[in-house]
């Protein structure tokens, strides 16, 4: 109940600061997971740019600035040799990301998407404190078990396959990279993996494929993640 005031506080916070601005549904949207206050209009824009997956609190909000804490967090933890005869600056470090993350997610109503996220985010930080290395498909199947395990009716979701499929096609396309080029190719090479995993369920769901994703999404994922959020 506290966390639902605390997001319903938010919301209006954001409201009353932004009285008639026709974006304040988008902020709201990217502060605490509520869309209920985007209009029509503006959804129909971002389904023909094929950027709706930005106009919530996603996955790569929560992984950007899980990163921002932990690397903040590690880079004052080695400057206090106090702190660091006691504690390694590394375990610092993921302590502060999956705490942030921990509290971004909850936040965000804790939607399939997020949850994958903290799910993968805390399987990886368990692996570098254990120093323990783990493949990054087993990384993601477990994290898929385990919100099918939490919430089986998830499948049912849209959001559960946009989500898993996409971030399984960018991983395997990662991974599988054998010849590492310029970072601009690698962009680019991520824009259309992001785009074809996310293409049979655009397809059988909506009935429509924005040709104009990859080059939207080029220009608003950097926007909305660095900038906006």
């Known amino acids: 109940a506290w966390l639902t005031r605390l997001r ?47 106009v919530s609190i996603s996955g790569l909000h929560v992984t950007m600035l899980a990163g921002l804490a932990a690397a903040i967090t590690g880079w004052l933890w080695r400057r206090i040799p106090g702190l660091v005869s006691r504690f390694s600056a590394l375990r610092a470090a993921l302590v502060a990301g999956v705490v942030t993350a921990l509290g971004y997610a909850a936040l965000a109503g804790m939607a399939v998407p997020t949850q994958r996220t903290l799910f993968m985010l805390m399987t990886v930080a368990w692996c570098l404190w254990r120093a323990r290395p783990a493949a990054i498909s087993a990384v993601w199947a477990f994290c898929l078990a385990v919100v099918v395990l939490i919430d089986p009716f998830s499948v049912l979701s849209v959001g559960f396959w946009l989500s898993f499929l996409t971030v399984g096609v960018l991983l395997w396309v990662g991974g599988n990279r054998m010849v590492a080029g310029p970072k601009w190719q690698s962009w680019v090479l991520a824009q259309y993996a992001a785009t074809l995993g996310s293409m049979p369920i655009l397809l059988a769901v909506f009935g429509q494929l924005p040709l104009a994703s990859p080059l939207a999404n080029a220009v608003a994922i950097p926007v909305v993640g660095m900038l906006v959020t």
Do not use: C, M
């Open 8 to 54: 319903a506080t938010l919301r209006e916070q954001v409201n009353t600061a932004l009285p008639d601005s026709p974006y304040a549904g988008v902020i709201v949207a990217l502060t605490v997971g509520d869309q209920s206050g985007i209009s029509p209009e503006q959804w129909q824009r971002f389904a023909k740019t094929g950027i709706t997956h930005l």
